[in-house]
């Protein structure tokens, strides 16, 4: 299949890699790419409803936001049970719930191609303002959407509240947390990673994953289709626009870049990266920069509240090179200090580093998959590093920390998930220096469900926090982080349930922490 040429401004977009490296790899990969020639959409009448997956927003700047929808009237159907033909599926957006005030309408074209998803870019919208949306096919109507609006440039808000969530796998139990975060009042929802995972059914857990392994593009697609058939992630996705980054289960356990991992042949490790970075765009509310080409999705992107507000939005696994000495908690060896290793890749880190360096925001903000506190895992006088974390690629983490240090970024903050378990990390360049001045706070959020129950972990708390004292907190409960941000003061509160396997469980916080303008390092309120 010939890969068509992008248009002038998709080049742009372009400048993680050279794009004639970029358009040989490409080439070697199925093209999976959306932007396909269709045939006009035919009239189409459904006899269940078409939206069962709900609906979605997500990325909002001061003037618009992208609205998502994907029509699947049997969700773990073969292609959602649509036909083969393409769909005019019309969107409004409202001033008001009851669409009595109607300022935007149009049609977009779902296609087959696309899984019949649907991504509409909306803009001519006020600052900082709730809207109401909806779409509308085959005479039936999509549930009600609510999405808000990010303040204009310059504007400092008085708070900005925003909630982080990470690693929900299916069959460890039920989405709690959900239910509880519906009743914040947030203006954004963070993911960071694990918004599904790849393993076939197992037995004896709380739910069931459909199917086997998710290894191809129609098995990716029905397992976020089972993921997005769950009441509480829907009433989340339509109550509060979502910024989304993956970590490795949207495509396989521990990827690093191109190196195919042990149990994948290297002939169809592209071919499968494509096949999950497709089913990824089709189901998430990205925009036309994000579309895939082939097995690379350019996700790293940057959004701004306000000047109150700057988030670096990055992917820790596309551009990373692979773990050294494998991919577990291993005792220090000569690759975690390798020079050329890396995290985010050399284009990237530029692109980050030139971020942070002109960045006017009070709150500089990098939301992302990994742990990036280089905690000693082992008890005692044994020292034991995550080589699949930032710990692994020590050099690479230490750049980073010296930029925020050397540059004086404005108060950094780094939103972790992937671990299953709370921590505050306050940031040092050389963490064997007890002394070493502390450049930025690390808030890692815990699983919604992966993990299943969890406990309190205060065995292991007081073990951590003994060998690493830049660890000022450890919680291994599900829930997620609920985070207030002024001028003055940033608060992340840990929101955690109970129990996942089974529904209805009760929600409490467990810690609070603040860090305060100007002061590197989190304190407990």
């Known amino acids: 299949m010939s890969v068509p040429l992008l248009p002038l401004t998709s080049l742009q977009q372009l400048h993680r890699r050279g794009f004639l490296h970029r358009a040989a790899l490409v080439a070697c990969t199925p093209f999976l790419g959306t932007r396909l020639v269709q045939a006009a ?32 009237p049997h969700p773990l159907e073969d292609a959602g049970g649509m036909p083969k033909e393409a769909v005019a599926v019309h969107w409004e957006v409202a001033r008001d719930e009851h669409f009595h005030d109607v300022i935007q309408k149009g049609t977009e074209t779902a296609i087959p191609a696309s899984a019949h998803s649907v991504h509409v ?31 204009a440039a ?70 976020y289709a089972q993921y997005r058939t769950d009441p509480a992630l829907q009433k989340v996705h339509a109550a509060f626009p979502w910024v989304v980054t993956w970590d490795d289960h949207e495509f396989h356990n521990n990827c690093a870049g191109d190196q195919p991992v042990a149990n994948i042949d290297p002939q169809k490790y592209l071919q499968r990266r494509a096949a999950a970075y ?29 000047s109150l507000l700057q988030f670096s939005v990055l992917d820790v696994r596309q551009y990373r090179t692979h773990q050294p000495c494998g991919d577990r908690n291993q005792p220090p060896c000569p690759g975690m200090f390798d020079p050329q290793a890396t995290m985010l890749g050399k284009e990237q880190e530029a692109w980050l580093f030139q971020r942070l360096g002109s960045s006017p925001a009070r709150w500089n903000v990098l939301a992302q998959g990994v742990m990036m506190g280089r905690v000693d895992r082992a008890a005692g006088d044994d020292v ?28 950094p903050i780094v939103l972790t998930g992937d671990i299953h378990s709370n921590w505050v990390n306050d940031l040092q360049v050389d963490c064997d220096d007890r002394n070493a001045s502390v450049v930025g706070t690390e808030f890692v959020g815990t699983s919604i469900s992966s993990g299943g129950d969890g406990g309190d972990g205060e065995k292991y708390r007081t073990s951590v926090m003994a060998d690493n004292p830049f660890v000022k907190f450890y919680n291994s409960q599900r829930g997620y982080l609920r985070c207030e941000v002024t001028p003055e003061r940033w608060q ?8 996942v396997s089974r529904a209805d469980s009760p929600c409490r916080t467990r810690a609070s922490f603040v860090v305060e303008n100007g002061h590197a390092g989190a304190k407990e309120a």
């Open 121 to 151: 870019e909306v803009s001519g919208l006020q600052p900082d303002r709730v809207y109401w949306y909806r779409f509308i096919a085959g005479g039936e109507s999509s549930p009600v959407g609510r999405t808000r609006t990010a303040p």
């Open 41 to 72: 959409p035919k009239g189409v009448v459904f006899k269940e409803n078409p939206f069962s997956l709900g609906v979605a927003s997500g990325d909002p700047v001061s003037d618009g936001v992208v609205l998502w929808t994907r029509l699947a």
């Open 384 to 411: 034991k590093f995550s080589m699949d974390q930032w710990a692994g690629y020590d050099v690479s983490r230490r750049r980073l920390l010296q930029f925020l240090e050397d540059r004086k970024v404005s108060n």
């Open 278 to 306: 497709q089913a990824y765009y089709e189901n998430m509310p990205l925009r036309r920069p994000q579309t895939p080409r082939g097995a690379y999705l350019d996700l790293y992107r940057s959004l701004n509240y306000g």
């Open 492 to 499: 992340t509160d840990f929101r955690v349930v109970d129990f």
């Open 154 to 223: 310059g504007v400092i808000p008085a708070s900005v509240r925003f909630a982080v969530s990470s690693c929900q796998h299916y069959e460890y139990g039920y989405f709690n947390a959900y239910d509880h975060m519906l009743q914040d009042d947030l203006r954004v929802v963070f993911h960071l990673g694990d918004y599904i995972y790849e393993y076939g059914a197992m037995d004896q857990r709380p739910r069931r994953h459909h199917g086997k392994e998710a290894v191809d593009l129609a098995g990716y697609r029905t397992r």
